[in-house]
């Protein structure tokens, strides 16, 4: 159904059509049941049916009806049954799996070496440690990620835009290159949206202390005024950082995945967002706060805490305090003094 919206300011109408919201759902074969749900109640009336050539006339027929009646609530809670966006016997599969999975595992180049004498030997209940397979077996200098079966992926952080503060006639352009971008991705595509929490803390104590050394009394008074309310914000509330990475994946070699990325990328400024692939150092930060994202990890190049950062006098690289600082300019060049200002040495070359 075409559906006609009232005109806009500049006198015309947008047309929209309506999007079923079930578009995963599977097909009905018969009786309003899919492929999967007749097999379950199909192979379970076989089952059934069996049973019942093989005792009916041996058990009383009132018993046999009696351990039916479970039987059946069973299988048709299997079967008509969903939790967690699973079918009932997909959850169960899982359940097991998950029951049966060991719950102690280790990298492959940490694997840990025989007991000691004086430790109990491994039993059923603590058995030994399972090898961690991850999905990502390496990051490249260029921040391709390789899964391990032969495949890359490329991630690319994108920023976002509010679709509700534009026009009617923006929003259809937006959802139209949006939908173009779709509809041209020829590999899985993996669009991650995640939250992660913000200590405040730092950022109140810091400019607590840096306060004091403001010049006038009112904006040393507003500092700590804006540290305490950062404070209170941490202690009250809980705020998040969130972040938008696209994950594009392909079957063959890195570059495959590094194309891929730059086409997103690409589509995605189209659309006024701002999109960049990310280097090796990022990808590794995006992939441990997804495995750990409460305790983000520490990043070698950052000073330490509560220690003030200087900056070079030729570049603007931070470095940590306690450095050796870089050398002056007549350091780095001993003929830098020799040169002459139209840019040649004494000697004449160029």
Not at 158 to 179: H, M, P
Not at 227 to 240: D, F, I, K, S
Not at 271 to 282: E, F, I, R, S
């Amino acid at each position: 159904m075409i559906t006609m919206a009232p005109p806009n300011s500049s006198g015309e109408h947008s047309v929209g059509a309506p999007v079923p919201a079930d578009l995963d759902t599977p097909d009905t074969i018969a009786y309003g049941l899919t492929f999967r749900q007749l097999a379950i109640l199909g192979v379970a009336g076989v089952i059934g049916w069996l049973v019942w050539q093989a005792l009916h006339t041996i058990v009383p027929v009132p018993v046999l009806i009696a351990a039916a009646i479970p039987a059946a609530g069973a299988t048709v809670a299997i079967a008509m049954g969903r939790r967690d966006g699973l079918s009932l016997d997909r959850w169960l599969f899982a359940a097991i799996r998950g029951v049966r999975a060991p719950r102690r595992l280790a990298p492959p180049g940490s694997a840990p070496g025989p007991l000691p004498g004086w430790a109990p030997a491994t039993t059923a209940a603590h058995p030994a440690p399972a090898l961690l397979r991850l999905p990502a077996a390496g990051i490249g200098a260029d921040g391709i990620v390789a899964t391990g079966d032969g495949g890359h992926a490329a991630l690319v952080a994108a920023s976002t835009l509010n679709a509700s503060l534009r026009t009617d006639d923006e929003q259809l352009a937006l959802v139209g290159a949006f939908g173009r971008w779709l509809n041209s991705l020829s590999e899985p595509t993996q669009i991650v949206l995640s939250a992660r929490p913000v200590d405040l803390h730092d950022r109140a104590r810091a400019l607590a202390q840096r306060a004091g050394q403001l010049p006038d009394p009112a904006l040393e008074a507003t500092a700590r005024d804006h540290a305490a309310w950062l404070a209170e914000l941490a202690e009250t509330r809980h705020p998040l950082r969130r972040t938008s990475v696209i994950v594009c994946r392909t079957p063959g070699p890195a570059r495959d995945a590094q194309r891929a990325a730059t086409r997103t990328t690409r589509a995605l400024s189209g659309l006024g967002l701002a999109a960049k692939p990310l280097n090796a150092d990022t990808v590794g930060a995006v992939l441990a706060a997804a495995v750990d994202p409460f305790n983000p990890p520490a990043d070698d190049h950052r000073a330490p805490a509560h220690t003030p950062v200087r900056y070079r006098s030729a570049d603007t690289t931070p470095a940590r305090a306690g450095d050796t600082p870089p050398p002056r300019s007549a350091d780095r060049d001993p003929g830098a003094n020799q040169r002459r200002g139209d840019g040649t040495d004494r000697g004449g070359s160029q």
